[in-house]
C-alpha cells in the first residue's frame, strides 16, 4: 500500500493550496478518505472526509468554507482545495483510507508572509 502526498509549500496568508495524495496497493474507490494534518506541537488531527462516491463530505469547523474535498476514482486520488489559507493552518498534511492505518510520508504546507 502506497499513499504518497503532494502539494504543499510556502503560501502568504490568504493564498491557496491544492494537495493531492495517489493511492495503490488497495481498492481505492471502496474506501472513504480523509486528510489529517498535524501543526507544529499538536496531535495530528482530522481535516476533511469524504465517502467511497462522493456523495458526503465532512469537515472540521475551522476550514468549513475555506478547505474542499474531492476524489477522482479513475486516478486513485484524493485532493484537498486549500483557500483562504491562514498561518495556523500550517502544518504536515496526510491522506488516509477510513478504516485501514497506512500513512504516507506527508506534505509540509507553511503559511506566512
Known amino acids: 500500500v502506497q499513499l504518497v502526498e503532494s502539494g504543499g509549500g510556502l503560501v502568504q496568508p490568504g493564498g491557496s493550496l491544492r494537495l493531492s495524495c495517489a493511492a495503490s496497493?488497495?481498492?481505492?474507490?471502496?474506501?472513504?478518505m480523509s486528510w489529517y494534518r498535524q501543526r507544529p506541537g499538536k496531535e495530528r488531527e482530522l481535516v476533511a472526509t469524504i465517502t467511497s462516491t462522493s456523495s458526503r463530505t465532512n469537515y472540521t469547523d475551522s476550514v468549513k468554507g475555506r478547505f474542499t474535498i474531492s476524489r477522482d476514482n479513475a486516478k486513485s486520488t484524493v485532493y484537498l482545495q486549500m483557500n483562504s489559507l491562514k498561518p495556523e493552518d500550517t502544518a504536515v498534511y496526510y491522506c488516509?483510507?477510513?478504516?485501514?492505518?497506512?500513512w504516507g510520508q506527508g506534505t509540509q504546507d507553511t503559511v506566512s508572509s
Open positions: 496497493g488497495f481498492t481505492f474507490s471502496s474506501y472513504s
Open positions: 488516509r483510507a477510513n478504516g485501514r492505518n497506512d
